[in-house]
């Protein structure tokens, strides 16, 4: 069996780089895994995020919102998230469709049934098995964003390293549309997050993101290690792909 985890969380909650740390930890006790991140994780992918951070879009619709987000991740789902899972593989993803219900739905006032019938749509309804959320204040995780924040990263390092069969490495943060938003936004789309994790306590796991790094890594890594026994079996040699394992 497979395991698809997804991190959540304001800007600013350190989920980026704990992603990074669980994906170079399990890699490093020879698990199958990726990383990947949303909107982007594809070439196409990568440019639709390109079209939805733009800080010059500000005529965008809401609906052409969600629909961009919805077809990047349909993208990555059908390329990537898809195809490793049913290897028998571990996928890591840096954000994923409860994004969408948080920022366009409690955050944009969609309506919830419509986003997830397009969810559904675009994913075949694909779920992940844990979910961690990385609990920020929306102000403090705002400021720590601002304060290291960069220009909106060009594509082409990033498509390099898919190209290469490397994880994306995604340098410094962006400030990006999304970002610009006011504070209230941010904090009803907190409330947004809050709320599905009520839903379904049982898949998501909130996390203090004012842990230090290494106490929030060491958390992260319990939450998942029940979990790792579903794909104990395809422990592989690190040099040894799953596809050459599928051969054998
Ligand atoms: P991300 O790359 O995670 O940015 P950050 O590292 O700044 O948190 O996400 C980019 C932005 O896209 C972020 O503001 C959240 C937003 N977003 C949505 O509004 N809806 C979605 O479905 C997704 C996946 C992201």
Redesign the pocket.
């Known amino acids: 069996m497979s395991l698809f985890i997804t991190f959540e969380?304001?800007?600013?909650?350190g989920?980026?780089t704990q992603a990074r740390i669980l994906y170079e930890s399990l890699q490093a006790q020879g698990y199958p895994v990726i990383l990947t991140?949303?909107?982007?994780g594809t070439r196409i992918g990568e440019w639709i995020?390109q079209i939805?951070?733009d800080l010059r879009h500000t005529e965008m619709s809401p609906t052409t919102?969600?629909l961009l987000?919805?077809a990047?991740?349909a993208q990555l789902v059908h390329e990537l998230i898809g195809p490793y899972l049913s290897e028998g593989g571990i996928v890591l993803c840096?954000?994923?469709?409860?994004?969408?219900?948080?920022?366009?739905g409690y955050?944009?006032n969609h309506n919830l049934d419509d986003l997830l019938a397009i969810t559904t749509f675009a994913t075949g309804g694909l779920m992940p098995d844990l979910t961690i959320y990385l609990d920020i204040d929306a102000e403090l995780g705002l400021e720590r964003?601002r304060q290291a924040r960069s220009a909106p990263s060009s594509l082409a390092p990033h498509l390099a390293t898919l190209q290469e069969g490397r994880p994306p490495i995604?340098g410094k943060?962006?400030?990006?549309?999304?970002?610009a938003?006011e504070l209230s936004y941010h904090q009803r789309?907190a409330d947004g997050f809050h709320k599905l994790m009520l839903r379904e306590p049982e898949r998501w796991r909130r996390m203090d993101a004012n842990l230090s790094i290494e106490d929030l890594a060491r958390l992260i890594m319990d939450a998942v290690a029940p979990l790792l026994e579903q794909v104990q079996q395809y422990h592989l040699p690190s040099n040894q792909s799953l596809s050459d394992a599928a051969r054998e």
């Open positions: 969380g304001l800007e600013g909650s989920k980026s991140r949303e909107p982007g995020r939805l951070v919102e969600v987000f919805s990047a991740r840096d954000r994923y469709a409860d994004s969408t219900y948080a920022y366009q955050g944009l964003k995604y943060p962006e400030w990006n549309r999304l970002d938003r789309v």
